[in-house]
């Protein structure tokens, strides 16, 4: 089920009525949370609630006898029966074809013809997003940074809330458990936060992202380029997966946000950003804060020198490329990422006070150069091949333009001009929630033309959210 | 041991339904704003140029409605519109060719139509009309609703849209097909789908490239060769064709020819199959020239679908087209 099909609306509508019905038994709202949830993902493939029951059970467990371990010898190894059980449970679904195939192709260029067994499982839509919730809830408790949880439904509940289970954000369970053990209070100024956030998440991956699709696919799917069509290709790609995937987290918030629970905020406005650095603390936010908590720091960070510091740096970020796909553009992509946030690194160390106070000439500079090193590395996540991203990266040179040049740019504007103008607006007024601040009438203005926006483009070719596949 | 609540709300229905009162009054502002301003006529008429068939069928009636300068017209299905190049039969016949082919899913009345569309926008100027059709198309028992329902649309100037969906229904009552089509189209290009939107790009290049071509189009969309290749002509196609010769014009020749399929695919007794269609539906439209010398079939090399030709098919059959009909032209 997704947030973007007729289904979820109707049952959206049907909890929304049971949730009134049990406001008096936080237990019942708990079990019904889960049943929901579990009918919510079960929609996709039935056979799957077994693989989320499961992650979720052993780290329910985990948790437990980690508190209860005698020494810490005993809460290590839980903690490591923990993390081998989920990363063979990534490692099975996710990567075997990856790790096979390659290998395969090694094999194969050395001269061997391999016979190697292969698997043909389908990828469970969400598992990278659910076992990493569920994981780091193993480590949290190992940590000694929060009391397991005794209650299964509630555990349950966490990693399965239907609202962020399949796409994000990768919540921590000292923020979202918690929220289950208690009374939740709505008020008025969530409900119109919620409804703002579902309605501007919406309109972000209806209207825009879905019409940015064959924008770039017109591009990507081509097997002749040249620079005019990389660049306006790359530039639809960078604007569709934003709108896609913070449009799928603005939508989660706002929905858990009426239900009177707060999730993270996944983005805050990342194309603003003026270094590679700041990109990552304001793109996919839980889970570059993720890695950082719970891979950056335990290898150490940035307290073993400069050069063990990029090495963290660029491992991390390949890793990070690998949680998005087994393929190898996503671990050329985090390559570019760990290189380009190292660079920065050993540049800002160097940089004078003259420079910092370079003032905003300096500032569009930098945001220049920033934004074309976040675009390149699209055309590398974006990309089938590893020829792909060579012929479209020696197009640049062709300056050749394509017969539909204008219809592309009209089109390119068109879908995104509607979020330039409110992230800027947003950017100098305070944030993503600044539109909450305008008088009702304004901001019924605004909702009645994304509703009108949302219903012109409903459903209209039924592009699934890019981050389910993740 | 005590229940704890599982929520409590802090505010009235009243406080929500407020909430949501300014942005369906403004949704309500906008429908009646759409719906009043297109009855009272202040709106350009649809132009619902919004995916491959609509953007076809839009062309193709405005080319009818036009001036132009053609002496010959090209009906029939998307065989007609895709494998004959109107350019390549203009320079080769001597004569401004017009390609108003159409799309399969309409009948001979659609062609009928935009046949009188053209003569009442250019009186007096055609000599001759070559119905071409795919023998899928001669089998089809009835067109199909949806684009027969769009064509009178069109014609009608009336907006438009699939109605039988709740988006489709809400599109309706909210204003939004009007604005789409009335608005929207006019300055916001449609990708087309698939293999056309890598050949063509967009709804607007489509149309420019329509009229840049004659009203002729290849076909990029290549697929396995399948359907059945039992040919024979529907019944109803008797009816359709007596009520097309009635919309020719008095002193125009009417030439008309049946498509090629692939060779492997129908088999070599279809050319026998071919003829009898063909003399028998050239009776039923009192055709004064069947086209016997096209081809009944092409090589399978030479087709992207059972339907439609290649690149080199399209050069092929336009080539034996232009042979077949320059000694009915003089």
């Known amino acids: 089920m997704t947030f973007n099909s007729a289904v979820f609306l109707q049952f959206f509508t049907a909890f929304l009525l049971l949730y009134w019905l049990v406001r008096h038994h936080l237990r019942a709202r708990n079990v019904l949370i889960v049943a929901a949830s579990y009918l919510f993902y079960g929609w996709w493939d039935w056979r799957f609630l077994s693989l989320l029951f499961f992650t979720s059970l052993v780290d329910f467990v985990v948790g437990l006898r980690i508190e209860r371990a005698p020494t810490d010898s005993a809460r290590r190894t839980w903690l490591t029966a923990s993390i081998v059980v989920n990363l ?31 698997l043909h499982i389908v990828l469970p839509v969400g598992i990278s997003f659910y076992t990493f919730q569920s994981m780091s809830y193993a480590i949290d408790v190992y940590r000694r940074d929060l009391v397991p949880t005794r209650s299964l439904i509630n555990f349950l509940a966490f990693v399965s809330f239907f609202p962020q289970l399949v796409a994000g954000p990768i919540e921590r369970a000292a923020h979202l458990l918690p929220q289950f053990e208690r009374t939740v209070k709505i008020t008025l100024p969530m409900i119109e936060e919620g409804l703002w956030l579902m309605v501007w998440g919406m309109f972000k991956k209806v209207a825009l992202a879905d019409n940015l699709a064959p924008l770039t696919d017109l591009v ?44 993270l905020f996944n983005f805050n406005l990342p194309y603003a950003a003026t270094n590679p650095r700041e990109f990552w603390r304001r793109w996919h936010i839980s889970l570059s804060t993720w890695l950082r908590d719970y891979l950056y720091i335990p290898l150490g960070g940035n307290r073993r020198g400069p050069a063990r510091t990029h090495v963290n740096l660029l491992a991390t970020m390949v890793l990070g490329g690998l949680w998005h796909g087994a393929a190898w553009n996503f671990v ?33 500079l930098a945001w220049c150069a ?101 | 041991m005590r229940v704890l609540k599982s929520h409590f709300c802090e505010c009235s229905t009243m ?54 300068d053609a002496t010959l017209v090209l009906l029939g299905d998307s065989s007609c519109l895709m494998n004959v190049d109107a350019a390549e039969l203009t320079a080769r016949l001597g004569q401004p060719v017009l390609n108003l082919g159409t799309l399969s899913y309409l009948d001979l009345n659609a062609s009928a139509e935009l046949l009188r569309q053209f003569v009442a926008a250019n009186p007096g100027q055609l000599r001759a009309v070559v119905l071409l059709q795919h023998p899928e198309a001669l089998r089809r028992p009835a067109p199909q609703e949806y684009h027969t329902n769009l064509l009178q649309h069109l014609l009608d100037g009336r907006d438009f849209g699939p109605r039988h969906t709740v988006q489709g229904a809400l599109m309706s009552l909210l204003g939004l097909e009007i604005f789409q089509s009335r608005l929207l189209a006019r300055v916001l290009p449609a990708p087309l789908p698939g293999a056309f939107r890598q050949t063509y790009g967009f709804s607007a290049d489509l149309d420019r490239h329509l009229t840049e071509h004659r009203g002729s189009l290849r076909d990029p969309d290549v697929q396995p060769l399948r359907g059945s ?20 014009p008095s002193g125009v020749k009417l030439l008309v020819g049946i498509t090629p399929v692939p060779e492997e695919f129908a088999g070599r007794s279809y050319s026998l199959t071919r003829d009898a269609m063909l003399s028998k539906w050239g009776q039923w439209l009192e055709a004064d020239i069947t086209l016997t010398n096209l081809p009944p079939m092409l090589k399978d090399d030479r087709f992207v679908k059972t339907t439609h030709l290649n690149e080199a098919g399209v050069r092929e059959f336009t080539e034996t087209l232009a042979r077949a009909l320059a000694p009915h032209l003089r």
């Open chain 1, 88 to 118: 063979v449970v990534l490692g099975t679904f996710k990567y075997y074809g990856f790790f096979i195939d390659s290998f395969a192709d090694l094999l194969r260029a050395a001269g061997f013809t391999p016979h190697l067994p292969t």
């Open chain 1, 220 to 263: 990507f799917q081509s097997d002749s380029w040249n620079a005019p069509a990389v660049l306006l290709g790359t530039v639809a790609f960078g604007f569709q997966i934003y709108c896609d995937f913070s449009g799928y987290s603005d939508i989660a918030r706002g929905t858990a946000r009426v239900l009177g629970f707060d999730i």
């Open chain 1, 332 to 364: 050329l992509w985090g390559a570019w990422h760990g290189t380009g946030l190292a660079v920065h690194r050993a540049f800002a160390e160097r940089r004078s006070e003259e420079t910092t106070r370079g003032g905003a000439r300096f500032r569009a």
């Open chain 1, 370 to 470: 920033t934004m074309l090193f976040v675009f390149y590395g699209w055309l590398l996540f974006r990309a089938r091949s590893f020829e792909q991203i060579v012929g479209m990266t020696r197009a640049l040179a062709d300056f050749t333009a394509p017969a539909w040049l204008a219809s592309y740019g009209v089109n390119l504007v068109a879908f995104t001009a509607p979020l330039i103008l409110m992230e800027l607006w947003q950017s100098r007024h305070g944030g993503p929630l600044a539109p909450l601040r305008w008088p009702r009438w304004a901001r019924g203005l605004l909702e009645g033309a994304l509703l009108l926006g949302i219903i012109l483009y409903w459903d209209k070719d039924n592009v699934p959210f890019i981050y389910f596949q993740f």
């Open chain 2, 15 to 68: 406080d929500v339904a407020r909430l949501l009162a300014w942005p369906l009054a403004i949704i309500a502002l906008f429908a009646a704003t759409m719906h009043l301003a297109a009855a009272a006529g202040w709106l350009p008429a649809p132009r619902p140029t919004l995916d491959l068939d609509r953007t076809i069928l839009t062309h193709q009636l405005e080319a009818s409605r036009a001036r132009q």
């Open chain 2, 229 to 248: 290749a039992e040919y024979r002509l529907a019944p109803a196609l008797e009816r359709a064709s007596r009520d097309f010769r009635a919309a020719m």
